[in-house]
């Protein structure tokens, strides 16, 4: 039915798509690896989650003090 030609140009380009179907699906695995990775960060029990919680206040408290120290000196003049 097929000529030779043709099933060629098929097979590669099925085997293509199978290529690409799991080079995605990789690249899934490889976000969701590093996602239960940094599990840690969500709990404060551990050395990285006590780590991202003190950088979490630290940045709250420097965004939230600059800009009003800024404008009490700018005030000030």
Do not use: Q
């Not at 140009?9 to 290529?19: C, G, K, Q, Y």
């Not at 699906?25 to 490889?30: F, H, K």
């Not at 006590?50 to 408290?61: E, F, I, M, N, P």
Request: aromatic fraction near 8%.
């Amino acid at each position: 039915m097929w000529n030779t030609c043709g099933r060629e140009i098929f097979e590669r380009s099925m085997a293509e798509l199978r290529t690409e179907r799991r080079r995605r699906e990789a690249s899934g695995y490889a976000v969701m690896a590093m996602a239960y990775r940094l599990e840690g960060a969500t709990r404060k029990e551990t050395r990285l989650g006590k780590g991202v919680t003190a950088s979490h206040y630290a940045l709250v408290t420097f965004v939230a003090v600059v800009p009003n120290v800024a404008m009490i000196l700018m005030l000030a003049d």
